[in-house]
């Protein structure tokens, strides 16, 4: 049913909550997962168009993703990985698309009012305009299994 996953990471603790969910549905289903964070500092958001180089969260952030798809990798998961630069919503939905992922993974912090004011809702950007089935895991909750 799953055939390509977009898992969307944080870089954070809250991956830890979302990855044993994914571990468990892609092999169950067999899926492909596409790893994906959005570097979204101000080197990243102009990096295409002033030409930087790549800053130390970028070089951070690409390592951070390659050693989760070493460890994804070790328990025979089939994974790619990409690192998106600029707004992380509207990365997260290109991606998705352009790689014609059938999932999206993400984590949701449960901001309310004025954290999301001051923090912005990613999730609630990709649930209101994502054709793309989600699953949502609440930062903090563990896979019991």
Not at 55 to 65: G, K, V
Request: aromatic fraction near 4%; include cysteine; glycine fraction near 4%.
């Amino acid at each position: 049913m799953y055939q390509k996953i977009l898992v969307a990471l944080e870089n954070s603790q809250a991956d830890k909550s979302l990855l044993p969910h994914i571990v468990e549905l892609a092999k169950l289903h067999k899926s492909k997962l596409l790893l994906v964070h959005v570097a979204d500092g101000w080197v990243a958001r102009n990096y295409d168009k002033l030409q930087l180089r790549e800053s130390q969260e970028m070089i951070d952030d690409r390592a951070y993703l390659d050693e989760t798809a070493k460890q994804l990798r070790s328990n025979g998961l089939n994974v790619e990985t990409c690192l998106a630069l600029g707004d992380p919503p509207n990365e997260i939905l290109k991606t998705a698309e352009r790689e014609q992922c059938d999932l999206i993974a993400m984590t949701t912090h449960g901001h309310r009012l004025l954290a999301d004011i001051f923090y912005g809702s990613t999730i609630e950007h990709v649930r209101h305009r994502s054709m793309i089935p989600l699953l949502i895991v609440h930062a903090g909750t563990l896979n019991a299994g």
